[in-house]
């Protein structure tokens, strides 16, 4: 069994976590410890780790994971089922458990840039699931993605709720949320998962508004979930001319206006986590973006942690 049970911990408190991804440089692993200690001081119950596309970075994937175990919380892996073999997950997973990492992700992942398909053996998360449950027992504990606003790959709303319903039959413990900025659709489907016998604990994934062009490009780009009329109009007044993703933009009041948006910005995510927590949410999964110290302005600001 999975060293940690994080569900069980869900049954008596609101959890609090992290998401980091492993840094492209040498220079941002070595700032990585760093970062990862900072966060640690909030005492979360585990922070994940991103996998890239087809396990491209799966050893830096790895060297996180181990940082994260040395500062003394539970590693979540995230892990695609993007190129990769029923033999080759296998192979990973015994390593992953063998360096004492017994908690995962499981997801079908992002298609490479340019291909229409997995390109390995299995083509869903589902099936990633049914595997890890049938070859590993309860090794590990299992966390898959959910979409309040419904998988942009996914026909309805209601087939997507009814693969999540797979994912528990098939043996997965908990959901991590995709992004939901609309809180009444967010009320919406947690009321539709539960009422088609989805029992699992629900662990919300909150990206920090600090920045137009990625808050836009983390919508619209994979997600395609609703800006809600709050963030848009927050959007609008701090604008950047001609737009926030021009490299070069004439906008004279370009500084103070990023420096309102994240102000902002940072307002608008702790009221957003003051609605979630009012819902009875399990967990709060905070995009920390390898960045810590906004995201203990944030932490701190909304008295989710009271450092003693």
Avoid at 250 to 258: H, P, R, T, Y
Avoid at 272 to 292: F, S, T
Wanted: aromatic share 8%; hydrophobic share 40%.
């Amino acid at each position: 069994m999975a060293s940690v049970k994080l569900t069980e911990l869900m049954k008596e408190r609101q959890l609090l976590s992290f998401e980091l991804f492993p840094p492209k440089t040498d220079k941002g692993m070595e700032n990585l410890p760093g970062t990862i200690e900072h966060l640690c001081q909030f005492e979360p119950e585990y922070i994940s780790v991103t996998y890239g596309a087809g396990g491209g970075n799966v050893g830096a994937n790895r060297e996180v994971c181990q940082m994260v175990k040395k500062a003394g919380t539970v590693p979540v892996t995230h892990f695609t089922v993007i190129k990769n073999t029923k033999e080759g997950i296998r192979d990973q997973l015994e390593t992953y458990l063998s360096e004492g990492v017994d908690h995962i992700l499981a997801l079908r992942g992002d298609f490479p840039r340019g291909e229409h398909s997995t390109g390995g053996d299995f083509n869903y998360a589902t099936d990633l699931v049914k595997f890890i449950r049938r070859e590993f027992g309860d090794k590990f504990e299992i966390a898959v993605a959910g979409s309040p606003e419904g998988h942009i790959a996914c026909r309805s709303l209601d087939a997507d709720v009814s693969v999540l319903k797979m994912k528990q039959d098939n043996g997965a413990d908990y959901i991590m949320t995709q992004l939901c900025w609309d809180m009444e659709q967010f009320a919406r489907w947690q009321d539709k998962i539960r009422k088609a016998g989805v029992t699992m604990p629900i662990d919300v994934g909150i990206m920090p508004i600090l920045d137009q062009a990625a808050t836009i490009s983390m919508a619209l780009s994979r997600n395609g979930c609703v800006m809600d009329r709050e963030l848009s109009r927050l959007i609008s007044k701090y604008w950047i001319f001609p737009n926030p993703f021009d490299k070069a933009p004439f906008d004279d009041n370009l500084e103070q206006k990023k420096e309102d948006f994240k102000k902002a910005g940072i307002e608008y995510t702790i009221r957003q986590i003051d609605k979630y927590r009012a819902l009875g949410v399990e967990g709060i999964h905070l995009y920390a973006l390898n960045k810590w110290k906004d995201v203990s302005e944030i932490i701190n600001a909304s008295g989710m942690r009271t450092l003693i």
